[in-house]
């Protein structure tokens, strides 16, 4: 089946500890985006990349990293430098077309990570 | 930054009645989406418009759009339980570099 997966769908982390969340597409789909939902809140973009070894940050970048070595994976590190990662993160995909702007996006089932 | 603003935020119906949530946006746009989120999930799109579309139907589900006004609706008729759940409106506009930024969300609870 084709789709998003994200891992792992719980992470724990103590503070100060780098950890990466995995997303990676069987859609064949050019653009990957990563959000942050926080409890009752809408979706901040953190990164995305509409390419392969190309991405640009989105709104709230600081702390994290990200990497686009392959068409089909985009994993979003939470470094120490994120004050506040204790969030619900999801991972999406779309087709990018010109004349009409970003398309459909196909989200993954999420990843929550929790800091101790 | 947050783009769209939904009102209200929070919803409470009884199945078999009508739902309709309004979506507003502040700079131009080349489409319009709504999303659902079951809780705990990830979303799933239901519909997008385009900026030069009005209305559009998906069996429930009708969307308006209004770019004089930069907002958008979403009515669910007939609502039922299972419609229980946060929805949320994006704009996009590859302008803006192709990413899609969505609203605070509605969440719509119909009670049975």
């Known amino acids: 089946d084709g789709g998003i997966t994200q891992s792992p769908k719980y992470l724990f982390r103590k503070e100060g500890q780098n950890v990466t969340l995995s997303c990676e597409q069987n859609?064949?789909?050019?653009?990957m985006y990563w959000y942050r939902q926080d409890p009752g809140q809408g979706l901040r973009l953190i990164y995305y990349s509409q390419i392969v070894n190309d991405f640009q940050k989105g709104d709230i970048a600081e702390g994290y990293s990200v990497s686009r070595e392959k068409k089909e994976s985009f994993p979003l590190t939470v470094t120490s430098a994120q004050k506040n990662p204790t969030a619900f993160y999801l991972c999406?995909?779309?087709?990018?077309?010109?004349?009409?702007?970003?398309?459909?996006?196909?989200f993954g089932e999420g990843s929550r990570l929790t800091v101790l | 930054s947050q783009q769209g603003e939904e009102d209200p935020q929070a919803l409470s119906i009884q199945e078999g009645e009508n739902a309709t949530m309004n979506c507003s946006y502040k700079t131009s746009i080349n489409n319009l989406q709504w999303y659902r989120q079951n809780s705990g999930r990830g979303l799933v799109h239901l519909i997008l418009?385009?900026?030069?579309?009005r209305e559009k139907h998906s069996g429930r589900l009708r969307v308006t759009l209004d770019t004089s006004k930069k907002s958008s609706s979403l009515l669910i008729t007939a609502s039922r339980a299972a419609d229980t759940a946060s929805y949320f409106c994006a704009t996009g506009d590859y302008n803006q570099g192709g990413k899609l930024i969505f609203g605070q969300g509605t969440e719509l609870s119909v009670k049975p």
């Open positions: 418009i385009r900026s030069n579309e």
């Open positions: 999406a995909s779309s087709i990018v077309g010109r004349s009409s702007g970003t398309g459909e996006l196909f």
């Open positions: 859609l064949n789909h050019d653009a």
